[in-house]
């Protein structure tokens, strides 16, 4: 079963994903991720993507299509959780042939929908740990230990470049410009299941338990 997480920055597609690892075995495919690794790499390829992501733009089509391209044809489980792809209508037909490459196909694409004052308290309140990349937030979801992972026991926690309010102006605009269409052309597809995003995170989990079955 292969689904796609669909919603704006900080609509909970990274928290939930996680839970669906955990839980079923899938395989979280964030583009998100997969571009802070490549920032970290100090290739001149990561140091471009580092300069776009931290003001809050889109990477180009072709860099991510080719990064979720190489997961696709490698690695295999009890499907894949696509978080943060696709993002746009070019990333969506790109995802539609290579599934049918591999002759697999999308099962659900589940719309996660947050007001934008919600985002910006959460995104503001993100802080990740940097050891086994638990997320947490200041208010909704703190540590149990000030500065201690529940998860691991870590106790380096980190924030996000992005996660500031300049670059989450701009990655609302890059949403509701590229990707929110999307909505549009899944719902065409009869492939689209909207939660509503802004209950608590178990009840955010329920939702898509619910959906998917
Ligand atoms: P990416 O890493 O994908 O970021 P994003 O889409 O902006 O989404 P976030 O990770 O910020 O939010 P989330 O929905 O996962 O929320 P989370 O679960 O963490 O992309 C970053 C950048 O990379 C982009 O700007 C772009 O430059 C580039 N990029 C990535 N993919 C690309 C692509 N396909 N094409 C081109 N460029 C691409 O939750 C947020 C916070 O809220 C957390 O603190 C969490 O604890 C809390 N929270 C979660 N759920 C709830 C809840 N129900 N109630 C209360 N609090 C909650
Ligand atoms: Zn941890």
Redesign the pocket.
């Known amino acids: 079963m292969n689904i796609i997480l669909l919603g704006p920055p900080g609509a909970g597609k990274g928290t939930q994903a996680r839970h669906l690892v955990e839980t079923r075995g899938m395989i979280q495919l964030s583009t998100g991720d997969m571009l802070r690794e490549a920032k970290t790499s100090g290739t001149e390829m990561g140091k471009k993507v580092a300069e776009i992501m931290d003001a809050g733009n889109l990477v180009t089509d072709e860099i991510v299509i080719g990064l979720i391209e190489e997961r696709l044809t490698s690695e295999a489980g009890a499907g894949f959780i696509f978080d943060g792809f696709p993002r746009t209508l070019a990333q969506a037909d790109a995802l539609a042939a290579l599934l049918a490459k591999l002759g697999q196909s999308l099962h659900t694409v589940i719309e996660m929908r947050v007001d934008d004052e919600a985002l910006v308290r959460r995104i503001t309140g993100r802080f990740t ?6 997320v947490y937030h200041d208010e909704t979801k703190p540590t149990k230990t000030p500065g201690v ?6 106790t380096e926690m980190v924030r996000r470049a992005d996660d500031n309010e300049e670059s989450l102006r701009t990655r609302l605009m890059e949403y509701y410009k590229k990707t929110s269409p999307l909505i549009g052309y899944y719902y065409a597809k009869g492939d689209l299941r909207p939660v509503n995003g802004l209950a608590d995170i178990k009840e955010v989990t329920a939702s898509i338990e619910a959906i998917l079955g």
């Open positions: 740990c940097g050891n086994c990349g638990e992972c529940d998860q691991c026991g870590g």
